[in-house]
Nanobody, 123 residues
């Protein structure tokens, strides 16, 4: 079955960096668009970064654009979220998400699998 496992979360000071990783199993990640979402207590889930199957297209929410970078290594079945210039408002649980095989509009991709989440806390 499909599994997505995130790692790399932690606590950092404002302005710091974290690198989140998502390892997939049970499916060929190379054939799926992938994304990162976050959700803080009392707030709606927010898609923050998306990447096409081959990594040629990416999309970021306005709040993270210029600070976060999504990338993928299909040979390793992994997706990474490099987070720089972290702000307290970035504090959230971050989730890796699997999308479909065809993603003409990345931010609207239908999520077909979720990771368990990894906590990011910025002070």
């Amino acid at each position: 079955h499909v599994q997505l496992v995130e790692s790399g979360g932690g606590s950092v000071q404002a302005g710091g960096s974290l690198r989140l990783s998502c390892e997939g199993s049970g499916f060929a990640m190379s054939r799926r668009c992938m994304g990162w979402f976050r959700q803080a207590p009392g707030k709606a889930r927010e898609g923050v970064a998306f990447i096409s199957t081959g990594g040629t297209r990416t999309n970021y929410s306005g709040s993270v654009k210029g600070r976060f970078t999504i990338s993928r290594d299909n040979a390793q079945n992994t997706v990474t979220l490099q987070m720089n210039g972290l702000k307290p408002e970035d504090t959230s649980m971050y989730y890796c998400a699997r999308g479909p095989t065809f993603c003409p509009d990345l931010p609207t991709m239908k999520v077909t699998g979720w990771g368990q989440g990894t906590q990011v806390t910025v002070s």
